[in-house]
């Protein structure tokens, strides 16, 4: 009886844990391993941060440095930063300019789907800016159009980290 006690005690315990922590903002993306003893006080932390992928996925397969930005929003979010708090801008060039296609454009040219479509769509609509180099777009012969509906053409890759970081945006090593 005490270990059937014990062990109902610890099954609360844990399900008491998973139900306190929140639901991940960005659904199906963005995993990440809860830290419980990080040294950062992240209660009143405000992020405005770029990100720049230039690497394209395989076709077909969603691109994981984008996911990043997912990982970023969720792990903060999960240990106490508002998501108001959070501002991300993507910058995206080269092989990785394709990846911001509408799925009808990205199947025309690949036959495949394209599996980064969603999480350019919910990044979109969770604080998240969304530019494609125009230098690589036209290389790629990727027309403003074709993007996912909230992608901006910018002129470069360069001038859009030059006037996001005019706005106060720092640029994430990773």
């Known amino acids: 009886m005490k ?4 062990g109902s005690s610890l099954l609360l315990a844990s399900f008491s844990t998973l139900a306190a922590e929140p639901a991940p903002v960005i659904k199906d993306y963005g995993y990440f391993y809860n830290v419980p003893e990080h040294v950062s006080d992240l ?3 405000q992020f405005k941060i770029a990100f720049d992928v230039g690497k394209g996925a395989e076709k077909g397969v969603q691109n994981n440095h984008i996911n990043s930005l997912a990982r970023f929003i969720n792990m903060h979010v999960a240990h106490g930063v508002k998501p108001g708090n959070i501002q991300l801008a993507l910058v995206v060039h080269g092989g990785a300019s394709v990846d911001v296609l509408k799925n009808s454009d990205y199947k025309a040219r690949f036959e ?58 720092t640029l994430n090593p990773f």
């Open 112 to 169: 495949k789907d394209n599996k980064t479509e969603s999480l350019i769509k919910q990044l979109l609509a969770n604080n998240t800016q969304v530019y494609v180099c125009g230098q690589s777009a036209m290389h790629m012969k990727v027309a403003a159009d074709q993007l996912i509906p909230g992608v901006k053409m910018a002129l470069s890759a360069m001038t859009a980290h030059a006037q996001l970081q005019q706005q106060g945006y």
């Open 43 to 45: 209660n009143q932390a």
């Open 3 to 6: 270990t059937l006690l014990i």
